[in-house]
């Protein structure tokens, strides 16, 4: 009887044991279940502001993006219109008056070289600093005309209308001073030519006389 009391108790304490070390178990499953939890919970935020910072910097990239591309292609017109000649441009009225001055820069230097050379009056050292003097002012003429041609010339220049128009006076003010540069010059010569002329009678009278 002694010896079943005592294995009586043995086997209970044995189950109290057993139930005991399965409750503590279960608690600590429990609580690593917690910690999971808790673990997922992070990581789910994280994932989370990581999304909402993929998506505000994506947002930014296209707006930057559509920014850019809309200033390149606002530049690009900008530089288009630039290339361009408008009609208030070509028909702008000095524009004649420079190809006009021009003829009248190689019509009056053609006559009056074919004057002083056929006249007799100038050595050959003097026509030919004359004509190097032409032959510089038709070169500064002729430039003037080329990048006249220029400026009215589509995608050639990169101007503006008041730039074109400003270039345009300025080299009808430097036609116009070559033009009358020319003239001078021409009278110039021409009175010389005159006086070696006059000189020249007065030498012949003179002779004929003695």
Do not use: W
């Amino acid at each position: 009887m002694k010896k079943f009391i005592i294995l009586l108790l043995l086997t209970a304490g044995f189950c109290f044991t057993a139930r005991k070390a399965n409750a503590q178990s279960t608690v600590q499953d429990m609580q690593q279940l917690i910690l999971d939890i808790e673990k997922l919970t992070q990581m789910k935020a994280i994932l989370s502001d990581m999304k909402t910072t993929y998506n505000i910097l994506t947002q930014g990239y296209e707006q930057v993006k559509s920014i850019s591309e809309g200033n390149f292609n606002l530049h690009a017109g900008f530089l288009n219109s630039l290339m361009a000649v408008s009609p208030a441009v070509r028909n702008y009225v000095r524009v004649a008056d420079i190809i006009e001055d021009q003829e009248e820069i190689v019509t009056e230097y053609k006559s009056a070289y074919n004057n002083f050379s056929s006249g007799g009056h100038f050595s050959a050292a003097e026509l030919v600093y004359l004509n190097n003097v032409y032959v510089q002012l038709l070169t500064q003429s002729l430039n003037n005309l080329t990048t006249l041609t220029n400026i009215l010339t589509a995608n050639t220049l990169r101007m503006n209308d008041a730039e074109r128009l400003k270039a345009i006076d300025h080299l009808y003010t430097d036609t116009q001073s070559k033009l009358t540069f020319l003239r001078n010059f021409d009278n110039e010569a021409e009175i010389l030519a005159i006086q070696r002329q006059q000189e020249q009678n007065e030498a012949n009278t003179f002779q004929k006389l003695f």
